[in-house]
């Protein structure tokens, strides 16, 4: 059956930024959809608003009343591989042999239709993905839209087009996590970064790299990658490239940069057309680096320059991306979903570039027992930028607790003194009752569920402020 030709679309795991967005897809062709998930939170509550049933206990009787008005061929079952295997309504849907499909397999098959455009990289994936989403359709382009975190100028993270008009383009986020990316053939690939990671799956670095290379080769003939000119020194890849750079010998690079507040400012150097006093909706080194990707697929597409510069100044960016919750004189807060030691390093340099002088306070939720082991020493070297270290109770995930593998470990490799292990309850007693410039969140886990009470704290502290400052007056 081709993959629109269901009539119950059943989600293993429906709150994940993947899977949500697939469920919106079948949700806007008429399709029942409904899921599970382990926890309720503002991803699913929306989903829930959009018609699509979610429940969050395992309960195969509640799952057996769901499936009951349809016969098992006209059942499509979505899990992602986040979901364990041991799972209650897995092992009753596998034991019934229903359709079972990965999220990825399901995307891929989704892409067939299209000219897939497919951004992959350890880093910097969902911001490229999410821009060049933007430059599309700010630009008036046919396309739908896969992308791995929440837009700041649509609120979603699905885009929809005309799948009857011709030249449609699907852009997607490529995600290397259970070589999920090996299921695409995109006609124009991105491929960011290649850091070692989810190491439970590969093992080492080596095969993280040959996953990458893989996703290479499988790039339509007539197509393009665009690859960051790191990547390229590192892996084996196939000759139809273009390279960018930040500040190196390649097609494509950024000259003259210099930040603003919270915008970028530079000039662009392209085999294609150069495109000077470019302006980005957001700040960072690494995000001038990403929009490099993004112009390049931009141009391959035919936009001009003016096209490209009005799009990119009106981007936003992606909640929990480097992500501004508070900016004032007084208080800054950031919340970014940073996860691994690079991640890490990235946004607290990019922080202390932007604001000099100023005393930065990290929160850090380590994501995986897995991952906090095998690149301990990278998080404690990157989390020593800060000047002052919180450190949470580390966020399973899928996994089980790995002995003598926890925060206290990681806070011992910390070189700052000033630094803490706090539970969520005794974070905000402390940021409640202490004075803070610089506030940055980071992590993968349900950290995202402290933003907003941090946010409410910090912004109370600020009124307090200004009000003691005016009675001095």
């Known amino acids: 059956m081709k993959i629109l030709d269901y009539k119950l679309y059943y989600f293993l795991g429906v709150g994940g930024i993947g899977m949500s967005a697939l469920a919106r897809y079948f949700n806007h062709y008429g399709k029942s959809v409904s899921g599970y998930d382990k926890t309720k939170t503002l991803l699913t509550s929306q989903l829930e608003e959009e018609n699509i049933a979610c429940h969050y206990e395992e309960n195969v009787e509640?799952?057996?009343?769901?499936?009951?008005?349809?016969?098992?061929?006209?059942?499509?079952?979505?899990?992602?591989?986040?979901?364990?295997?041991?799972?209650?309504?897995?092992?009753?849907?596998?034991?019934?042999?229903?359709?079972?499909?990965?999220?990825?397999?399901?995307?891929?098959?989704?892409?067939?239709?299209?000219?897939?455009?497919?951004?992959?990289?350890?880093?910097?994936?969902?911001?490229?993905?999410?821009?060049?989403?933007?430059?599309?359709?700010?630009?008036?382009?046919?396309?739908?839209?896969?992308?791995?975190?929440?837009?700041?100028?649509?609120?979603?993270?699905?885009?929809?087009?005309?799948?009857?008009?011709?030249?449609?383009?699907?852009?997607?986020?490529?995600?290397?996590?259970?070589?999920?990316?090996?299921?695409?053939?995109?006609?124009?690939?991105?491929?960011?970064?290649?850091?070692?990671?989810?190491?439970?799956?590969?093992g080492n670095h080596q095969f993280v790299k040959e996953g990458y290379e893989l996703f290479a080769k499988q790039i339509q003939k007539e197509g393009c990658l665009i690859v960051n000119k790191n990547v390229d020194n590192d892996l084996s890849l196939p000759p139809n490239k273009l390279i960018y750079s930040l500040n190196l010998n390649t097609d494509y690079v950024a000259e003259n940069v210099s930040f603003i507040e919270s915008e970028a400012h530079y000039d662009v150097v392209s085999p294609i057309e150069n495109i000077n006093g470019v302006c980005l909706g957001i700040t960072g080194a690494h995000n001038v680096e990403n929009s490099l990707a993004a112009i390049a697929i931009a141009q391959q597409l035919g936009l001009k320059g003016e096209q490209i510069k009005d799009a990119l100044r009106s981007f936003s960016g992606v909640k929990r991306r480097f992500d501004y919750r508070i900016k004032s004189e007084k208080i800054i807060y950031i919340d970014d979903y940073a996860h691994h030691p690079e991640e890490l390093k990235v946004t607290i340099s990019s922080v202390k570039k932007i604001y000099p002088g100023k005393r930065v306070t990290g929160i850090f939720q380590p994501h995986l027992f897995s991952r906090t082991r095998d690149f301990a020493d990278g998080f404690a070297e990157s989390l020593s930028l800060l000047d002052e270290v919180i450190l949470l109770e580390i966020y399973p995930a899928r996994e089980l607790p790995i002995a003598g593998v926890n925060s206290d470990m990681l806070l011992e490799k910390v070189t700052k003194i000033n630094k803490k292990l706090f539970s969520k309850k005794d974070l905000l007693s402390y940021i409640m009752f202490n004075k803070f410039e610089i506030v940055l969140t980071m992590g993968a886990g349900d950290i995202d569920r402290l933003v907003e009470p941090i946010e409410i704290l910090l912004k109370a502290k600020l009124i307090d402020q200004n009000k003691n400052e005016k009675n001095k007056l």
């Open 62 to 202: 509640l799952l057996k009343s769901i499936l009951k008005n349809y016969n098992k061929e006209e059942i499509l079952i979505i899990f992602t591989p986040a979901v364990p295997l041991d799972h209650t309504e897995y092992l009753y849907l596998k034991e019934n042999n229903y359709t079972i499909l990965k999220r990825s397999q399901v995307l891929g098959e989704i892409t067939k239709q299209f000219k897939t455009i497919a951004i992959a990289g350890t880093h910097g994936k969902t911001t490229t993905t999410t821009m060049v989403s933007h430059l599309l359709k700010n630009s008036g382009i046919n396309c739908f839209a896969f992308m791995g975190g929440i837009s700041k100028n649509y609120d979603t993270n699905l885009l929809l087009g005309d799948p009857d008009k011709p030249d449609t383009y699907l852009v997607v986020e490529a995600d290397e996590y259970d070589r999920s990316f090996l299921t695409l053939h995109p006609f124009f690939a991105v491929i960011t970064s290649c850091d070692a990671d989810h190491l439970d799956i590969y």
